[in-house]
């Protein structure tokens, strides 16, 4: 941001919040965050100067540039989601309290979390030890649960804020955007015949050609996950190319940055040791099977659907075939062309990662079979055309 966008932040959150909390509030910058995605806004911590009893020592403001229809979506979702969270009114939060914003400017102000108590997860996992790594992914299991659990049922109350916002949601062909809105289908049966033709022909470029059955599984998985998602459907943070997304305050993880936030089905990010994070960087089997207990037991605290053995695992083979998917229509397709690096490991790796763990759950499930065996087939058709290191990808260094 330059000098003068920061000067014009500096004076724009300065109005906001002297308006909000209605008194004369002068505020210093503290630190810049740079923010690591190309998408995303920067992030201030101001603190407040000469403040009153009962005011916050500081503040954290995102503003986002106008102009930049990406950017306003991820804006309109964090503010929707802040308010529907604070509108919960839960004895223990689970973000940061919204103080103000303005939607013209583009501008949030919400609490500031703190830089967390302790180390954080991703620190962790490369240098604690087993045991501390273990002990912190069970912690970070139960918070996605506890959000999970503690906004099912409370879809209509988040729409009606996000709505309220802007009416136009941001629409996105099926099963090609990784955190759309599982509830807006245009012309779903048109959708749907088309994200089935693009799984064939991806498929087919690397020599699988997917049995008919894979048609069928595909509209299921659609209807499951996307249009009929209950009892499942809870408010999802999103975004799980990492661990991040938490901050310890007070002796409890809570949440932040919910750019992507919206109500979905919540196995699709509820064991993401398995098929979203757990796919950039590994941890081991039996780690990852405690993760999903965890996440499961505070998961049915709020959910029904959760203490079903039956129904429970129908829903975690559906999600993890949504993500398949999506994998193969999108991230398959261009690992085709290249190979680069993505977060701590390579995409070929973590398409490799991808494919087999919907694999391993289908045959766990004993559950769509033609996607577990189409996924199958594709890992060996690569292993003929890649190179080994895309089939080992890197453990974190606390199972090391």
């Known amino acids: 941001m330059t000098e003068l966008g920061i000067n014009w932040l500096l004076r724009a959150a300065e109005q906001l919040t002297s308006c909000h909390f209605d008194q004369r509030i002068r505020l210093k910058v503290v630190c810049q965050f740079p923010s690591t995605k190309a998408k995303k806004s ?18 954290i403001v995102k503003p986002v540039s106008p102009g930049d229809p990406c950017r ?98 941001p629409r996105y062909d099926l099963l090609t955007h990784p955190w759309s809105d599982p509830l807006c289908l245009p012309s779903k049966g048109r959708y749907v015949a088309r994200a089935i033709g693009r799984y064939r022909r991806v498929s087919k470029r690397v020599c699988v050609n997917p049995s008919g059955a894979i048609e069928g599984e595909i509209a299921r998985v659609i209807h499951r996950v996307e249009e009929s998602p209950r009892p499942f459907l809870a408010f999802a943070q999103g975004d799980q190319n990492g661990v991040g997304g938490f901050i310890r305050k007070e002796g409890r993880l809570r949440a932040f940055d919910f750019d992507c936030g919206w109500f979905r089905h919540a196995l699709r990010e509820g064991i993401p040791a398995r098929i979203t994070w757990g796919c950039m960087k590994r941890v081991p089997r039996t780690v990852a099977d405690e993760i999903e207990r965890i ?25 993890s075939a949504h993500w398949h998917v999506f994998h193969v229509n999108v991230r398959l397709s261009k690992a085709l062309l290249e190979d680069h690096r993505r977060g701590p490991s390579t995409v070929r790796q973590q398409v490799v990662a991808w494919l087999t763990a919907f694999a391993e759950i289908s045959e766990e499930s004993a559950d769509l079979f033609a996607l577990g065996e189409c996924a199958r087939q594709i890992v060996n058709q690569l292993g003929s055309f890649w190179s080994h290191e895309c089939f080992e990808l890197p453990v974190y260094r606390a199972f090391l």
Request: with cysteine; glycine share 10%.
């Open 72 to 169: 306003r979506i991820g804006f309109l979702n964090d503010l929707a989601s802040c308010k529907f969270l604070d509108q919960l009114s839960l004895p223990q939060p689970l973000g940061p309290k919204l103080f103000c914003a303005d939607s013209e400017r583009q501008i949030l102000i919400i609490e500031d979390l703190g830089d967390g108590e302790g180390a954080s997860l991703e620190d962790v996992l490369e240098t604690g030890s087993c045991r501390r790594a273990e002990e912190a992914l069970s912690e970070y299991a139960r918070a996605i649960g506890r959000i999970h659990a503690q906004t099912a049922g409370n879809a209509d109350s988040y729409y009606e804020i996000r709505d309220g916002l802007e009416s136009a949601r």
């Open 42 to 59: 920067i992030v201030m911590r101001y603190a407040l100067e000469d403040r009153g009893t009962g005011l916050p020592s500081s503040v």
């Open 295 to 319: 996440y499961r037991e505070e998961l049915a605290k709020g959910c029904s659907g959760a203490m079903d053995d039956t129904t429970f695992i129908r829903a975690k083979v559906e999600a």
